[in-house]
């Protein structure tokens, strides 16, 4: 089984021949010159791949044009998919920094050792993420130093510092 790394989400379509406007968790561009697959994942949860016809970066966004995908009508009908890469084409990230995907469904603890829930999900801010995380109660949590003490993918543990208000 191939090892599949979430990189973003189908938001939107854009112009008629099938573009599709993709949310995208990654902080690199680089990765755009190297890939020619993309995988969408289908209503049944499987993952399925399409070869690449252009790809264009803005800021967060990318935006995709797959074969087999030419129309707006068709395009549409892909809003609210994640789309994945392979993992093995990625790049080893410098320490400190982290894929979606290795960061979601980690738990999360306090300081002090409490467990306040698990990553659900992560969206992008204009200086920062912002961590998703469930329990008893919805918190979200700046991707900052001053309250992320540490995160071990590893073990899929996060140790925060919750600021007031948080």
């Given at each position: 089984?191939?090892?599949?790394?979430?990189?973003?989400?189908?938001?939107?379509?854009?112009?008629?021949?099938?573009?599709?406007?993709?949310?995208?968790?990654?902080?690199?561009?680089?990765?755009?010159?190297?890939?020619q697959c993309l995988y969408?994942?289908?209503?049944?949860?499987?993952?399925?791949?399409?070869?690449?016809?252009?790809?264009?970066?803005?800021?967060?966004?990318?935006?995709?044009?797959?074969?087999?995908?030419?129309?707006?009508?068709?395009?549409?009908?892909?809003?609210?998919?994640?789309?994945?890469?392979?993992?093995?084409?990625?790049?080893?990230?410098?320490?400190?920094?982290?894929?979606?995907?290795?960061?979601?469904?980690?738990?999360?603890?306090?300081?002090?050792?409490?467990?306040?829930?698990?990553?659900?999900?992560?969206?992008?801010?204009?200086?920062?993420?912002?961590?998703?995380?469930?329990?008893?109660?919805?918190?979200?949590?700046?991707?900052?130093?001053?309250?992320?003490?540490?995160?071990?993918?590893?073990?899929?543990?996060?140790?925060?510092?919750?600021?007031?208000?948080?």
């Amino acid at each position: 089984m191939m090892d599949l790394l979430e990189v973003g989400e189908i938001v939107n379509t854009r112009g008629l021949q099938g573009c599709m406007k993709v949310r995208s968790c990654l902080e690199t561009a680089g990765i755009f010159n190297k890939i020619q697959c993309l995988y969408v994942e289908e209503a049944s949860g499987n993952k399925k791949p399409f070869n690449i016809r252009k790809i264009d970066r803005s800021g967060k966004m990318f935006f995709v044009q797959l074969e087999k995908i030419s129309d707006v009508e068709t395009a549409r009908g892909f809003i609210g998919r994640k789309v994945y890469l392979q993992r093995d084409i990625l790049e080893i990230l410098p320490e400190g920094e982290y894929y979606c995907d290795d960061v979601i469904g980690i738990d999360v603890y306090t300081e002090e050792g409490e467990h306040i829930g698990k990553i659900e999900s992560i969206f992008p801010t204009g200086s920062n993420d912002v961590y998703v995380c469930k329990g008893k109660r919805e918190i979200l949590i700046p991707a900052i130093a001053e309250v992320i003490k540490e995160i071990n993918v590893q073990k899929k543990i996060m140790k925060v510092k919750l600021m007031a208000g948080l």
